[in-house]
């Protein structure tokens, strides 16, 4: 089975733009996972989608949203970004909240 | 929702000393989940416990649950340079890893 694929690896924003990073789940999985992770605040939850609905939400502002497609393919989209953006994104699928999950690589954003 | 605390945050052992993490709970955990995460990698799935006083065990890795099922530890015996990255523990519903515990391992 291929792995947790996420697009693009790495990222280049100014402040103020708008950014939207793709994960791909391993065949069969429904749910996906957010996170950001900094060297400061370790790994912090994002959202979590299952079946085109967002399940669970972590505490982040509005600017952070995102979708799940039928597919379970989702999308993670940051608007107005501020500099304390810049982090590693990472993604997560599972086959449902019990199971273990699987992360992607990760998308490396820098906000300018 | 429900926090799991890891401690140390930081731990620096020679090679070949042991190596203990721990996470605790206020509240009884359904599960822990624990994951390592190298420098530069994501972090990847290494055992799930349920059970109350669970114990496995993976090569030099010792996991274990605690009896009442709010407390958890990962024990790895004389460690190696390959046990260097981050360990997390996390409840599988949710969704919080928190800062982990940095391995550091001195040749």
């Not at chain 1, 599972?94 to 992607?104: D, P, T």
């Not at chain 2, 009896?67 to 996390?90: M, P, R, W």
Request: overall charge positive.
């Amino acid at each position: 089975k291929a792995g947790v694929t996420q697009t693009p690896r790495y990222l280049i924003k100014t402040r103020g733009q708008q950014v939207t990073l793709s994960c791909s789940p391993i065949s069969g999985h429904r749910s996906v996972s957010w996170y950001q992770q900094t060297p400061g605040q370790g790994l912090q939850f994002l959202f979590e989608y299952f079946s085109e609905t967002q399940r669970n939400k972590g505490n982040f502002p509005g600017r952070f949203s995102g979708r799940q497609f039928s597919n379970s393919r989702s999308e993670m989209n940051v608007s107005t970004l501020e500099l304390g953006d810049s982090a590693l994104y990472l993604c997560a699928s599972s086959s449902g909240l019990v199971y273990e999950q699987y992360f992607g690589p990760g998308t490396r954003l820098t906000v300018t | 929702g429900q926090q799991v605390m890891q401690i140390p945050q930081y731990q620096h052992v020679q090679e070949g000393e042991d190596f203990t993490t721990y996470c605790n709970s206020s509240t009884t955990l359904s599960n822990i989940q624990w994951y390592k995460q190298r420098p530069g990698g994501h972090p990847v799935f290494l055992i799930q416990l349920v059970k109350s006083g669970e114990v496995k065990k993976q090569k030099r890795l010792t996991f274990q649950f605690g009896e009442a099922k709010k407390n958890s530890s990962l024990h790895i015996t004389a460690t190696q340079t390959t046990d260097v990255g981050t360990y997390f523990c996390v409840e599988s519903n949710q969704f919080y890893f928190g800062t982990g515990t940095s391995l550091t391992v001195i040749p």
